[in-house]
């Protein structure tokens, strides 16, 4: 029975590692695609404040 209990966690904390992978990569994705959206405002506030970046959460 502890084998069975093992193997099925073990699956489950693989998967719950995968869905986390794959959530940054769809968040990253979309800050990408967000700073793309939005380039002219954000040139726009770099002229007064250069080197600035939205910040990614």
């Keep these: 029975m502890h084998l069975a209990y ?7 904390q693989h998967q ?5 992978l794959n959530e940054r990569q769809l968040r ?3 800050y990408l695609v967000t700073c793309q959206k939005f380039r ?3 040139a726009a506030i770099q ?3 250069p080197g600035w970046a939205p910040e990614f959460r």
């Design 6 to 12: 093992s193997s099925i966690s073990t699956a489950i």
């Design 16 to 20: 719950q590692q995968e869905n986390s």
């Design 40 to 42: 002219r405002e954000i």
């Design 47 to 49: 002229k007064y404040l």
């Design 28 to 30: 990253y994705l979309a």
